[in-house]
């Protein structure tokens, strides 16, 4: 293995240990009774959650896509807690994002009939989180650390499996 | 003689492809017909004078020479202006008026000769240098300037004409004074070409912003960076996405990767849902397991080796594996289609390792943790692709 892998601040370390922190949390406050499809299904989320969240934790802020992640991953945690305050918030990030995307999609029509792959960019921006406010540079950008993390979660997944 | 005078102003004007040699014999062709209509109005007094100066014309080819010979032509036009010949030619009554006018230059003209050839020796390099310079300033008329350059030289020719009568003054005092004269007006000539350059250069510098001008558009500048800021984006995104490499168009490439993103999503999501179904039903405690038996993982996730997760997830059961992850997609009822295809290549292979697993409660080392997944990855992939 490269010097990279023994780093403990770095990234792939880092989202190691979130995640598996996030797996033993889960295991200690729901351990495992039953095999019914309900209860698979509930930490099946959980699991979900625990490692998108610690993905776009340990990428922190600095990139759009996380961000974006991790402002899916509050309102979620927040509807869930509050449905007044969900209604409220959401409502205004909605509205902000809607006119945001709004915004983007005119330039980006125009962009992307430039550069002739319109459909493709778009596929790509529906699959890269906030990828909908983004040009095609940052788009390109975010697309390629996005598929580092996923590589580094999917691997993660499976030695944790 | 008209014929002569039109060509000549025409290669003055238009002038864009004419040397200085072609220019100069213009000239002379001007100039014996010139003569030659002179002296058909007034034989005697001229012949004396226009037969030295052709062969002045012919006979100095080297040095300064030529730079007499440039200006010589202008002499002549100096005093009287092109209109002048113009209506002269055309008119001849009043040829005769201004037929005086004409001949004082060509005396000038001689003296000039005379004077230069004399001074030619001393001034000789100097001269050549001016008349490099001469040369390159003239190409550059040629190839920028029209009817104002053309006004602009009849200017100075005629100052020229001024300041060879002076010299026709100063000859009779002597030669050193001549000379000095001589390397006043290599000075002024310089002085004068390098305006004349910098006048020139103004409009030669424009010319070529001009045709930059195109590509230097700010919006089409702007464009190609944006073009080049994709191209290397997208070459860094060629050397994460396997398969890659091969694909030519950028149109491909995005395929390619929005394939590539989704089969990553979607295998966090199997491997998520195989992680859900998995229960860890032994607690395992950590201090009871020797270090030596996940060296592999010790190297490889050392923060994470510090939390006891892992020997958490190093316990966990497959009994209920493959019934889970039928349960799973009977639950969320919308797998996608891929997905599904992976799912059911996996779900082959799931009874392999839960089989094994099996064997794993009892610990086993952690090689066979880290190849199991691989194979089930490779499996997975292969139903993907």
């Not at chain 1, 922190?60 to 979620?76: H, Q």
């Not at chain 2, 104002?148 to 200017?155: A, T």
């Not at chain 2, 779900?347 to 089930?376: K, V, Y």
């Amino acid at each position: 293995m490269s010097p990279h892998h023994l780093n403990p601040s770095s990234l792939k370390s880092r989202f190691t240990t979130r995640f598996l922190r996030a797996l033993t949390n889960i295991n200690a406050q729901n351990p495992i009774s039953s095999s019914s499809p309900r209860e698979i299904l509930q930490r099946y989320r959980r699991i979900k959650v625990a490692a998108d969240k610690s993905m776009a934790y340990s990428v922190r802020s600095r990139r759009t896509w996380s961000r974006a992640m991790r402002w899916k991953l509050r309102s979620r945690s927040w509807r869930q807690a509050s449905s007044v305050r969900r209604l409220k918030i959401t409502t205004t990030c909605h509205q902000a994002i809607m006119k945001k995307t709004a915004h983007e999609r005119e330039s980006k029509t125009t962009t992307g009939e430039e550069v002739g792959f319109g459909v493709q960019t778009d596929g790509l921006r529906e699959l890269v989180p906030g990828g909908e406010a983004m040009d095609i540079c940052n788009l390109l950008d975010e697309t390629a650390h996005y598929i580092k993390c996923l590589t580094t979660q999917v691997q993660r997944e499976q030695i944790a499996s | 003689m008209l014929r002569g005078l039109h060509s000549l102003e025409t290669c003055t004007y238009n002038g864009m492809d004419m040397t200085v040699l072609e220019r100069q014999q213009a000239r002379l062709k001007w100039q014996q017909q010139q003569n030659y209509g002179v002296q058909n109005n007034n034989p005697i007094e001229l012949c004396a004078s226009s037969v030295p100066q052709i062969q002045g014309f012919l006979g100095s080819s080297f040095g300064s020479g030529q730079l007499v010979e440039m200006k010589k032509p202008e002499v002549y036009l100096g005093s009287d202006d092109f209109p002048k010949f113009v209506n002269l030619s055309v008119a001849g009554p009043e040829f005769s008026a201004s037929k005086m006018d004409l001949v004082p230059p060509e005396a000038a003209a001689d003296y000039c000769i005379s004077r230069t050839s004399s001074c030619q020796m001393t001034a000789f390099q100097t001269a050549v240098m001016n008349e490099e310079r001469e040369d390159v300033i003239l190409k550059k008329m040629e190839s920028t300037t029209g009817r104002e350059s053309f006004n602009k030289r009849k200017v100075e020719a005629v100052q020229d004409d001024k300041c060879k009568d002076k010299r026709i003054k100063g000859e009779v005092e002597g030669e050193s004074e001549v000379k000095t004269k001589c390397s006043t007006e290599v000075s002024r000539n310089s002085s004068k070409g390098n305006s004349k350059a910098s006048e020139v250069q103004k409009p030669d510098y424009i010319h070529v912003r001009a045709r930059r001008g195109q590509a230097t558009d700010s919006h089409s500048l702007a464009e190609r960076a944006r073009r080049e800021k994709i191209s290397k984006k997208m070459k860094c995104l060629q050397d994460l996405v396997p398969g890659c490499n091969k694909i030519t168009g950028k149109a491909g490439m995005l395929d390619e990767i929005i394939n590539y993103v989704q089969s990553l999503q979607r295998q966090v999501e199997f491997l998520s849902m195989k992680l859900a179904a998995v229960n860890p039903s032994v607690e395992f405690n950590v201090d009871n397991l020797p270090a030596k038996e996940f060296p592999a993982y010790v190297a490889n996730f050392p923060a994470a080796a510090k939390s006891p997760a892992m020997a958490n997830l190093a316990c966990l059961q497959f009994n209920p594996l493959q019934k889970a992850v039928s349960c799973m997609l009977d639950a969320t009822g919308h797998p996608p289609q891929t997905a599904t295809e992976g799912i059911a290549s996996a779900s082959i292979s799931i009874p392999e390792q839960a089989l094994s697993s099996s064997c794993i409660t009892q610990l086993q080392p952690f090689s066979t943790w880290n190849t199991d997944p691989q194979g089930l990855y490779n499996v997975y992939n292969m139903g993907f692709h």
